[in-house]
């Protein structure tokens, strides 16, 4: 009897990780997923939040993946270690901030380092070879012909790394070499048209998976990416905790000075995620009209938190008030109303949306 082969395989919950999965199950081998956390993952965060997104699936689509395909799947919080890779990337940051090629050997690494210890997480002798949905040509900064050996050499994986989708576009990997893998029945899909991709999912039989937006990382979104550089920035160093990068995603963000920021809630979702944050920061809550919870970070002087008040009526019910009362919950837990005018709309300033 020859020698079953196993596989780890990148399930990031995209149509191409499931595919290259099924494309070697089909081939007999045994496959196991797994899903790196770096914290910027859109799934599950403002889908969850915003009334506006109520009718959103609700799903971490990698455990939708693992389910419809009968894998196992290990999900390994990376985000510690991955805050490297966002602050210091050394092949540089995409259209935002980014750091895909480097994301994309920092994960196959961690496969690669799955595949060493797979004792540990297999009975019968752990995994051979790592599988990617990878497709060239798909993705600008990490997806290149030319970037495909940078991955796969970087990442400590060489010749174990397998692209099921594309492999015929490449040189064969040890898994086509010995014969664990028929190379006749892998593909060579290319280029960002993804009807391939769809017609080999109706092949299967398989559907409802996540339809492709611009990849799952906020890190590629413009605004997302603003308001990190604009934390940095305000720190003046490059770093973050993940409270930080969770804030990042709800709200309305407005910095009207150098000194200090402004999140304020857009509905009442965010409101009631913001008020999970209530104490780690100073906050402003309108006691006259229904508005908006805000937070404010950075270090304010008093003159800033009327300021501050201004601003936040003007997204509030107060915003054609004469007057409307605002109290001013200080971290230390006291407690200042503060009545003022709400600021028009022509007072506030675009420059300060971030």
């Known amino acids: 009897m020859s020698l079953k082969r196993k596989a780890i395989a990148l399930v990031s919950g995209g149509l191409d990780s499931m595919l290259a999965v099924k494309v070697v199950q089909e081939q007999g081998i045994e496959v196991e997923g797994v899903n790196f956390y770096t914290g910027f993952c859109v799934e599950g965060h403002t889908h969850a939040i915003r009334k506006k997104d109520a009718k959103k699936e609700k799903r ?107 492999a015929k576009n490449l040189p064969p990997t040890l898994p086509e070499l010995e014969g664990w893998v028929n190379r006749d029945e892998l593909h060579d899909f290319s280029g960002r048209n993804r009807k391939p991709q769809m017609e080999l999912a109706a092949k299967y039989g398989l559907d409802e998976y996540a339809q492709p937006a611009g990849g799952c990382c906020f890190l590629t979104d413009k605004s997302y990416s603003d308001k990190l550089s604009d934390l940095w920035q305000a720190r003046g160093e490059r770093r973050y905790e993940l409270d930080d990068i969770m804030l990042l995603k709800v709200g309305r963000h407005l910095r009207p000075k150098e000194n200090f920021k402004m999140i304020i809630s857009r509905e009442e979702g965010e409101n009631r995620f913001l008020e999970g944050y209530r104490k780690a920061f100073t906050h402003l809550v309108c006691t006259s009209h229904p508005g908006p919870l805000t937070l404010i970070d950075g270090d304010p002087s008093e003159d800033d938190l009327k300021l501050a008040a201004r601003i936040s009526t003007r997204f509030s019910k107060a915003r054609e008030a004469t007057e409307a009362t605002v109290e001013i919950h200080y971290k230390g837990g006291v407690v200042k109303p503060l009545n003022i005018k709400p600021m028009s709309a022509n007072d506030v300033k675009p420059e300060w949306h971030i």
Not at 84 to 90: C, Q, S
């Open 60 to 166: 971490n689509n990698a455990l939708w993946v693992a389910e419809t395909l009968g894998i196992k799947l290990h999900i390994e919080d990376i985000s510690e270690e991955y805050k490297d890779i966002v602050i210091n990337p050394k092949h540089g940051y995409g259209q935002n901030l980014n750091p895909c090629l480097d994301c994309k050997v920092f994960m196959v690494n961690q496969a690669q380092l799955m595949l060493n210890r797979a004792r540990d997480l297999a009975d019968d002798g752990g995994f051979d070879f790592i599988i990617t949905g990878e497709v060239i040509g798909q993705r600008p900064k990490s997806q290149r012909k030319e970037t495909m050996p940078l991955i796969a050499r970087e990442s400590g994986a060489t010749d174990r790394l397998l692209r099921p989708l594309c």
